[in-house]
């Protein structure tokens, strides 16, 4: 009877050493698609793929992360678009359509001594808004802006041409003469747009942008005990993404999972191009 309850008394020692140590961060989720929140805004042109991203609070994602390993364009527009021309509503020219497509209107602080002045080109800052209004369109980024009447500098885009949207779940076919659109919506995204990557290579949407987790410090890097790191899942290696060079939240530096064999050599592995392609935007060759 003794050595029964001391057996019990053991086996709950155990059970509750066990659920006091650490666990590895959930890897549920890894390799879900993901949108970056980046290509909601309509001015956003598209990532380079020399470059990374890691969005540390996305909620499309169990894992809280959205990666984007070195990928160029924009998700949502495969094949990428030129510009669309721009319009002012006051004088639409030939322009039939002309639609606000973005607005430009700086963070500015009120309650500083010059009212927040100093941080505007028109050196007016809105007391109630807290950001900078435009008085003409001198304030505005360039000449195809135009200041409102409510003081915000606003992108107006001609929608004569425009055809629809493209939707990255079609065919290049399907997608062909469509513009780039902010997601969820027909707005059409003001900037000129790279096409993405081979769909053969490693650097296209789908091998180079989905949910992950971090599962490791950067190289050269002491062990983090206190870091809840994940357990890449079966098909996904832990490869470094993001030195950590001192700038930045350091938990957001070092290794990640990413799908086996893709890890970031140089923009040569971005390959043909789909869509539109500018030498002196877009890598990869036409």
Excluded at 132 to 148: E, F, I, L, M, V
């Amino acid at each position: 009877m003794t050595r029964s309850i001391l057996s019990g008394l053991l086996g709950l020692l155990s059970v509750v050493a066990m659920a006091s140590l650490p666990s590895a961060c959930e890897s549920g989720g890894v390799g879900d698609p993901c949108l970056p929140e980046d290509e909601y805004d309509p001015q956003f042109a598209g990532f380079k793929v020399t470059e990374e991203n890691i969005e540390s609070r996305s909620f499309q994602c169990q894992t809280r992360i959205c990666l984007v390993n070195h990928f160029q364009g924009r998700v949502s527009c495969p094949l990428g678009q030129e510009a669309p021309p721009t319009c002012n509503p006051a004088q639409p020219g030939t322009c039939t359509d002309c639609r606000p497509s973005g607005t430009y209107a700086p963070d500015c602080d009120p309650t500083r001594d010059d009212g927040g002045a100093g941080q505007c080109l028109s050196g007016m800052c809105d007391p109630g808004g807290a950001f900078c209004r435009c008085s003409s369109a001198q304030d505005c980024p360039s000449g195809d802006w135009t200041c409102g009447e409510n003081g915000v500098c606003t992108l107006h885009i001609c929608h004569d041409n425009i055809t629809g949207c493209q939707d990255p779940t079609k065919s290049a076919a399907e997608n062909q003469g469509k513009a780039c659109c902010v997601p969820g919506t027909t707005d059409p995204v003001a900037s000129p747009v790279c096409g993405q990557c081979a769909a053969d290579s490693d650097r296209n949407a789908e091998q180079a942008v989905y949910c992950s987790c971090r599962c490791g410090v950067a190289e050269g890097e002491p062990d983090d005990p206190n870091f809840n790191f994940c357990e890449c899942p079966q098909g996904f290696e832990c490869s470094e993404i993001r030195p950590n060079v001192g700038l930045g939240d350091p938990n957001i530096t070092g290794k990640y999972c990413i799908k086996q064999g893709s890890q970031f050599v140089n923009e040569q592995g971005c390959g043909q191009v789909q869509g539109r392609y500018n030498s002196e935007q877009c890598e990869g060759t036409p």
